[in-house]
């Protein structure tokens, strides 16, 4: 049929049938059942998907052949438009589950498989680029994204002006078992076209070009506005799925105890490292040695002091408050930035202090509803652990010298416990303890177990 559209509105959808007893056309809205009624004709076939409609029942009919043609028609159709044929899972045929349970003990991937793991040649101070590459193409739920083929381009897929093409590009190199090096000019001139700050040959700092990566891939992504109509929140596409989390700050007032919330989305969570500048206390002043220490810090009731007094809503006049930053939602991907480059306006260095991470993380005692609850028990958690706050570490950027000679690496997990290191074109294999006793900078931790909506 060259024009399916209904034969008694007109309409070409949604959803139109063709009557299998005859040549009738009805939308399912009302028309193909009207039909079904009238002529007693009671298969028909959606034209789009090429399923089978029984009006005696209501449903419809999943037929094998049937399946196979429509199939066989939506790739022709795709092939015709210049589309890549359509990503379906692997779901074994009648021959092949035979094989299965004819052969139930099957030889498993080797655990040493380095498919996935690419060198990058540096291009000239291009290392900090390279480290943030590595650790996005290991993050698993991007992974799975982008080699699902699932990203709609904004640029009627012109890779020369999408950041989202151009890393779905190089997640088919990385996983495509080519061992050689990859060249990233073309990321390089993208980003040095969307995020100008960092155009240039000169060293650049990880952390801003992973922030700059993800605002540029967040606006280049299609994704949907929030079903709540709440523009202030994050969007549906696959950056905000993964990084964004909610930061909740609540100011309280030290007149009338009264309590002002706000929650800001965080892409990552940026952790000092020197002594506590706004407190008093001698203990408080020490310097953290652990990423725990950061996170209580992080997460302690800060007083603002009497330079800073904020107008109280309930009491009407401005008074001194106390400020407390808490998690009030977790991202599925927890990025910490340990500030190790400290700049003013007469001091410009490095803290090389070495900051304890572990392997695996509960930032049960850093949620808003448990932190908030916890402030006259400094700190300590009183309540059970929750095991959706559980997180494991999956990759880790450092940084090497000084603020002016220094080199930036990588370590990645590509399976459980298998980690490689990443300088640049050369990829090594590293055990946990190497990763852990590291000098890290960036520190990439994916949650244990995923909540579906």
């Known amino acids: 049929a060259k024009w399916c559209v209904c034969s008694i509105c007109g309409s070409s959808g949604p959803r139109v049938h063709a009557c299998l007893h005859c040549i009738h056309f009805a939308c399912y809205q009302d028309h193909v059942q009207d039909h079904s009624s009238s002529m007693q004709h009671n298969l028909a076939a959606d034209v789009e ?3 089978i409609l029984c009006l005696s029942c209501g449903d419809y009919v999943y037929d094998s052949e049937i399946g196979r043609i429509a199939k066989a028609c939506r790739d022709k159709s795709r092939k015709s438009l210049g589309l890549e044929t359509e990503y379906r899972s692997w779901q074994p045929d009648e021959t092949e589950m035979t094989l299965l349970q004819t052969h139930p003990k099957r030889r498993r991937p080797t655990p ?7 060198g990058l040649i540096n291009l000239g101070n291009t290392c900090f680029m390279s ?8 993050t698993p739920l991007l992974r799975d994204y982008f080699l699902s083929d699932k990203h709609i381009c904004q640029f009627n897929n012109d890779a020369a002006r999408c950041l989202v093409c151009e890393i779905s590009r190089l997640f088919q190199e990385f996983y495509s078992g080519n061992k050689a090096p990859l060249i990233l000019h073309k990321l390089l001139h993208l980003i040095w076209t969307h ?4 155009a240039g040959y000169e060293q650049q700092d990880a ?9 540029v891939l967040h606006r280049h992504c299609q994704g949907n506005p929030p079903s709540n109509g709440d523009s202030t929140h994050t969007c549906s596409c696959i950056i905000d799925q993964i990084f964004t989390g909610g930061l909740q700050s609540d100011v309280v007032c030290q ?16 952790l000092d490292l020197g002594p506590c500048p706004y407190s008093s206390s001698k203990a408080e002043k020490s310097v ?3 990423l725990t220490d950061c996170l209580e810090r992080f997460t302690r009731p800060e007083h603002l002091g009497s330079s800073a007094k904020i107008k109280c809503n309930g009491c009407q006049s401005y008074q001194e408050s106390t400020k407390q930053l808490t998690m009030k939602k977790l991202p599925i991907v927890c990025s910490f930035h340990l500030k190790r480059f400290e700049h003013s306006n007469r001091l410009h260095k490095k803290i090389s202090t070495f900051i304890s991470f572990p392997e695996h993380l509960d930032m049960t005692p850093f949620m808003s509803n448990r932190r908030n609850n916890n402030n006259n028990h400094n700190g300590v958690n009183v309540h059970p652990t929750d095991i959706n706050n559980r997180y494991s570490l999956f990759a880790v950027v450092n940084h090497v010298g000084n603020l002016d000679a220094g080199h930036y690496t990588a370590y990645v997990r590509q399976h459980r416990d298998q980690w490689y290191k990443c300088d640049d074109h050369m990829i090594t294999r590293a055990t946990i303890q190497d990763v852990l006793q590291s000098e890290g900078y960036l520190l990439f931790y994916h949650k244990q177990i995923l909540e579906y909506d």
């Not at 480290?131 to 290991?138: E, F, G, N, P, S």
């Not at 952390?207 to 605002?215: C, G, Q, R, S, T």
């Open 49 to 51: 998907q090429g399923q």
């Open 112 to 118: 040493n498989s380095t498919i996935g793991l690419r």
């Open 131 to 138: 480290c943030i590459v590595q650790a996005l193409t290991h």
């Open 195 to 198: 995020a100008r700050h960092l």
């Open 207 to 215: 952390h801003e070009f992973f922030i700059a990566a993800l605002d």
């Open 255 to 270: 007149a009338c105890n009264g309590v002002s919330t706000t929650i800001d989305p965080f892409w990552d969570i940026s």
């Open 288 to 290: 953290p040695t652990s």
